[in-house]
């Protein structure tokens, strides 16, 4: 075996001092190596493949040595994989139950006998794959699904080319459904082969290994590195990639203007059965594939790894319409694409009918996760954005399987049997089935306006919580890139996008409007909360104070949500608007007529809105704070001092003040009106419009009568 450490096509990331300090500890090399795998995306994707080693531990019965595998449990990321996420099984019981292997036709019920060899009874669930491992004896085994292998196990001469290009060290196994009879034929190969390095699975993907942690990384690199060098010197020689282009994609800022104003529309028809968050990208990859004259031949083939599949759908749907389409007229384009959808939808069904099993589940979403644009980009749709945007790098990487599979040979996809029993195996259902209940705002797209603090960030913060992802937006970009920094070590990188905006300004308006289309398909929930305080008497104020008032809780609000509502007509799913206003809209007060009476505008500009807007199914509601003086901006600026002079007291004794007037003698925190705001949107409300809801302390001047 080679020792090299020099790779053009994947990333050698071993450090011999790091793992020095494992030296001895099996299960810590295999963690070691598994994050590495991970870490390099040309190697597996996310989620994807499967990892092990095999070592000698002490029975916890009989004190005796005994061999024990570790493999990667069912679920989880090589890329983060702990050992909480390892699955440790005795082998000599693994491989005795093919004792009672009753046949193909019953291997799924093998599943549930892989619990009467787990070693450690607090590792994790043994995956599907487990067998793949227990039956090849190598102390450290490798399961990758790394697109260059992937190209030449889905070629239609990938057998002939891996052993050619191998000279016989990598062996061949036809496709199989991953499961016990897998791990029989990859022994069966072994046996048959003896001395090979690796084994090829065909459509599939790649088992290498070694007799230590290292020498199974190496080989591992060394057999992928390969196969990427055979891909690269064959490109072109048949001709131009994917037979050349056909269409010509539009300037980087014009294919971003275009899939903004095209996701909403596709979110909505894609949305028919529940919400969807989506996912856009223009990769160069991406672009190649969908210009191509080869788009419409290999596009409904579908993909071939059952990663990739499981995730993408059985293909993608590609829409007809022309890079630069004139998409202003709304309804004229889902008139044009309304077709193509039901095209789909009717393709998918019959593709269940013609393929289910007297017991397969019943029916699941018949739209399509992949959209592709030639010209624009790739669109991505499930359930939240960490799985839709793990469907878009997995069907980017069905596409360089295609480009390398289509180089050497001509690509082939799974069968249609085989891909529905894959995409409907009762144990991928028995998994969904345990998966957690949605929380009540997952398919949600919230942008509250002033979120980078206070009572925006509150709110911002309950909606990821309970499910939703946010745009956080703020004037000020410094203030916004640490809220930025703090949700993504809260809830991670999926949960939020940033927008810079005034909403003052309606070149920043769309813009984040744009964002909240490009990061997640549009939006459906508006906060607008953006605001700002001037406490002076009527001789003290100036046409600058009142203007600005006036601009920032008035029109600011309105136009936010004008632009929003445009967003959420082009869905047609409904959606939430919440304005939050103030218990000034309701009270008279000393040395506040211009934030009182536009506080008062506010709402009654609610009230409008709601009486418009019913009918397209967009709730717009109020909240009304009081006094919320924690990290609010409108109290670093001089309203403290304004308020505090009008009651004749100090700054440091308003907090109190504010609460011995209520009638519930309460301090009110922006956490309090994230409550509120989630109770109007979390499901319980949903029948409810032009409403408004107090979150004061109980201030009776402010009942509404």
Request: aromatic residues 8%.
């Given at each position: 075996m080679?020792?090299?450490?020099?790779?053009?096509?994947?990333?050698?990331?071993?450090?011999?001092?790091?793992?020095?300090?494992?030296?001895?500890?099996?299960?810590?090399?295999?963690?070691?190596?598994?994050?590495?795998?991970?870490?390099?995306?040309?190697l597996?994707?996310?989620?994807?493949?499967?990892?092990s080693?095999?070592a000698?531990?002490?029975?916890?019965?009989t004190?005796k040595?005994?061999?024990?595998?570790?493999v990667?449990?069912?679920?989880?990321d090589?890329?983060?994989?702990?050992?909480?996420?390892?699955?440790?099984?005795?082998?000599?019981?693994?491989?005795?139950?093919k004792?009672?292997?009753?046949?193909?036709?019953?291997?799924?019920e093998?599943?549930?006998?892989?619990?009467?060899?787990?070693?450690?009874?607090?590792?994790?669930?043994?995956?599907?794959?487990?067998p793949l491992?227990?039956?090849?004896?190598?102390a450290?085994?490798?399961?990758?699904?790394p697109?260059?292998?992937?190209?030449?196990?889905?070629?239609?001469d990938?057998?002939?080319?891996t052993?050619?290009?191998?000279?016989?060290?990598?062996?061949?196994?036809?496709?199989?459904?991953p499961?016990?009879?897998?791990?029989?034929?990859?022994?069966?190969?072994?046996?048959?082969?003896?001395?090979?390095?690796?084994?090829?699975?065909?459509s599939?993907?790649?088992?290498?290994?070694?007799?230590t942690?290292?020498?199974?990384?190496?080989?591992?690199?060394?057999?992928?590195?390969?196969?990427?060098?055979?891909?690269?010197?064959n490109?072109?020689?048949?001709?131009?990639?994917?037979?050349?282009?056909?269409?010509?994609?539009?300037?980087?800022?014009?294919?971003?203007?275009q899939?903004?104003?095209?996701a909403?529309?596709?979110?909505?028809?894609?949305?028919?059965?529940?919400?969807?968050?989506?996912?856009f990208?223009?990769?160069?990859?991406?672009?190649?594939?969908?210009?191509?004259?080869?788009?419409?031949?290999?596009?409904?083939?579908?993909?071939?790894?059952?990663?990739?599949?499981?995730?993408?759908?059985?293909?993608?749907?590609?829409?007809d319409l022309?890079?630069n389409?004139?998409?202003?007229?709304?309804?004229?384009?889902?008139?044009r694409?309304?077709?193509?959808f039901?095209?789909?939808?009717?393709?998918?069904?019959e593709?269940?009918?013609?393929?289910?099993?007297p017991?397969?589940?019943?029916?699941?979403d018949?739209?399509?996760?992949?959209?592709?644009y030639p010209?624009?980009?790739?669109?991505?749709?499930?359930?939240?954005?960490q799985?839709?945007?793990?469907?878009?790098?997995?069907?980017?990487?069905a596409?360089?399987?295609?480009?390398?599979?289509e180089?050497?040979?001509?690509?082939?996809?799974?069968?249609r049997?085989?891909?529905?029993?894959?995409?409907?195996?009762?144990?991928?259902?028995?998994?969904?089935?345990?998966?957690?209940?949605?929380?009540?705002?997952?398919?949600?797209?919230?942008l509250?306006?002033?979120?980078?603090?206070?009572?925006?960030?509150?709110?911002?913060?309950?909606?990821?919580e309970?499910?939703?992802?946010?745009?956080?937006?703020?004037?000020?970009?410094?203030r916004?890139?640490?809220?930025?920094?703090?949700f993504?070590?809260?809830?991670?990188?999926?949960?939020?996008?940033?927008?810079?905006?005034?909403?003052?300004k309606?070149?920043?308006?769309?813009?984040?409007?744009?964002?909240?289309?490009?990061?997640?398909?549009?939006?459906?929930?508006?906060?607008?909360?953006?605001?700002?305080s001037?406490?002076?008497?009527?001789?003290?104020h100036?046409?600058?104070?009142?203007?600005?008032?006036y601009?920032v809780?008035?029109?600011g609000?309105?136009?936010?949500?004008?632009?929003?509502?445009?967003?959420?007509?082009?869905q047609?799913i409904?959606?939430?608007?919440?304005?939050?206003?103030?218990?000034?809209?309701?009270?008279?007060?000393?040395?506040n007529?211009?934030?009182?009476?536009a506080?008062?505008?506010?709402?009654?500009?609610?009230?409008?809105?709601a009486?418009?807007?019913?009918?397209?199914?967009?709730?717009?509601?109020?909240?009304?704070?009081?006094?919320?003086?924690?990290?609010?901006?409108?109290?670093?600026g001089?309203?403290?001092?304004?308020?505090?002079?009008?009651?004749g007291?100090?700054?440091?004794?308003?907090p109190?003040?504010?609460?011995?007037?209520?009638?519930?003698?309460?301090i009110?925190?922006p956490?309090d009106?994230?409550?509120?705001?989630?109770?109007?949107?979390?499901?319980?409300?949903?029948?409810?419009?032009?409403?408004?809801?107090?979150v004061?302390?109980?201030?009776?001047m402010?009942?509404?009568?």
């Amino acid at each position: 075996m080679s020792t090299t450490k020099q790779f053009k096509h994947v990333s050698y990331l071993w450090d011999d001092a790091e793992a020095a300090k494992l030296a001895g500890d099996e299960v810590a090399l295999l963690i070691y190596r598994s994050n590495l795998l991970g870490a390099d995306l040309r190697l597996t994707n996310y989620g994807g493949g499967n990892t092990s080693c095999k070592a000698m531990a002490k029975d916890p019965l009989t004190g005796k040595d005994t061999e024990v595998m570790w493999v990667k449990g069912s679920g989880g990321d090589l890329g983060t994989l702990k050992a909480s996420g390892l699955a440790a099984l005795y082998v000599d019981r693994l491989r005795s139950l093919k004792n009672i292997y009753r046949g193909v036709e019953h291997e799924d019920e093998m599943v549930e006998l892989f619990n009467h060899c787990i070693f450690d009874l607090s590792s994790k669930a043994p995956s599907i794959d487990t067998p793949l491992h227990g039956f090849l004896p190598f102390a450290h085994i490798d399961h990758l699904h790394p697109d260059a292998a992937i190209a030449i196990a889905a070629a239609k001469d990938g057998k002939k080319i891996t052993k050619e290009l191998f000279n016989g060290q990598i062996g061949w196994v036809e496709w199989k459904k991953p499961g016990f009879e897998l791990g029989l034929q990859l022994k069966a190969c072994l046996d048959e082969n003896p001395g090979i390095r690796g084994i090829m699975l065909g459509s599939h993907g790649l088992f290498t290994w070694g007799d230590t942690a290292y020498e199974s990384y190496i080989n591992t690199l060394e057999v992928i590195e390969k196969c990427a060098e055979y891909l690269e010197a064959n490109y072109g020689k048949k001709g131009p990639v994917f037979g050349g282009q056909k269409v010509t994609s539009l300037a980087e800022a014009d294919r971003k203007k275009q899939a903004a104003a095209i996701a909403p529309i596709l979110r909505g028809f894609t949305s028919s059965q529940r919400n969807m968050i989506g996912h856009f990208t223009d990769d160069p990859r991406v672009l190649e594939f969908i210009n191509s004259n080869d788009l419409d031949r290999l596009a409904p083939l579908g993909t071939s790894c059952p990663d990739h599949f499981l995730r993408t759908k059985i293909s993608p749907l590609v829409l007809d319409l022309k890079p630069n389409e004139d998409l202003s007229d709304v309804q004229a384009i889902k008139d044009r694409l309304a077709p193509a959808f039901e095209a789909y939808r009717k393709m998918y069904t019959e593709y269940y009918e013609t393929c289910k099993h007297p017991n397969s589940p019943a029916i699941r979403d018949t739209n399509p996760v992949i959209i592709l644009y030639p010209g624009v980009g790739l669109f991505s749709f499930s359930k939240d954005k960490q799985t839709t945007r793990v469907a878009a790098e997995f069907y980017t990487n069905a596409i360089n399987v295609m480009k390398g599979a289509e180089a050497i040979s001509e690509y082939t996809s799974l069968p249609r049997q085989e891909a529905f029993n894959i995409e409907y195996w009762l144990l991928e259902e028995a998994k969904l089935s345990r998966m957690p209940k949605p929380k009540a705002l997952s398919g949600r797209i919230a942008l509250i306006t002033g979120s980078a603090g206070g009572i925006g960030k509150a709110i911002a913060k309950k909606f990821v919580e309970e499910g939703a992802v946010v745009i956080l937006n703020d004037m000020n970009a410094e203030r916004l890139e640490s809220a930025g920094e703090e949700f993504k070590k809260l809830y991670g990188k999926d949960s939020y996008a940033t927008a810079v905006m005034d909403v003052t300004k309606e070149d920043q308006i769309l813009a984040a409007m744009e964002t909240a289309a490009l990061a997640f398909g549009g939006v459906d929930l508006i906060v607008n909360n953006a605001g700002l305080s001037i406490s002076k008497t009527i001789g003290d104020h100036t046409e600058k104070d009142w203007d600005l008032l006036y601009d920032v809780l008035v029109k600011g609000q309105f136009f936010v949500t004008q632009a929003a509502v445009a967003v959420m007509k082009k869905q047609a799913i409904g959606g939430d608007v919440i304005n939050i206003v103030s218990k000034n809209s309701l009270v008279s007060g000393p040395n506040n007529a211009g934030y009182g009476s536009a506080k008062a505008a506010q709402l009654h500009l609610s009230r409008l809105n709601a009486a418009e807007l019913g009918a397209d199914k967009i709730r717009v509601n109020v909240v009304n704070p009081d006094a919320v003086i924690s990290d609010s901006n409108i109290w670093a600026g001089g309203w403290a001092e304004g308020r505090a002079k009008a009651y004749g007291i100090t700054v440091a004794e308003l907090p109190a003040y504010y609460a011995k007037r209520t009638l519930l003698n309460e301090i009110i925190l922006p956490d309090d009106i994230a409550n509120a705001c989630f109770a109007f949107t979390g499901g319980l409300l949903s029948k409810s419009t032009g409403n408004m809801l107090n979150v004061d302390g109980g201030v009776a001047m402010a009942f509404a009568r």
